[in-house]
């Protein structure tokens, strides 16, 4: 008689367990497909082959902590978009400053200067 009401007392206790860990395990679930935080919609050339595409649909496809920066465009005055990403960073916060480092060294690189400003954090999770 012990013995079963002591089998019962240990599955419902590792059940009650059990609930309570499910919700834990949500928070570690992939990010990819997800957006995450939409500050701006970026521009993108219609164009899948075009890099700043490319990196955008990388972006999209990353499980982790990731972040797309790019530049604003104004068709009057820019006739270019520079974009950086980092993918699968520590944190969100690290995925960022990563992320606007890269575009502000692509803005360097090919020496534009826009009429729209610097580089922006256009998306994060």
Known sequence: ?????????????????????????SAAESLAGNKGDIRFYPTLAGNPKDPCTKTYNAYVAASGHSAYATTFYSRVVDISIICGARLNAPSQKAAEDLALRNCQSGL??????????????????
């Open 1 to 25: 008689m012990r013995l079963r009401l002591s089998q019962k007392t240990t599955v419902s206790i590792l059940v009650g367990l059990l609930i309570l860990a499910a919700p834990g395990s």
């Open 108 to 125: 360097k690189k090919w020496k534009v200067r826009l009429a729209s400003g610097g580089c922006q954090i256009a998306l994060s999770k």
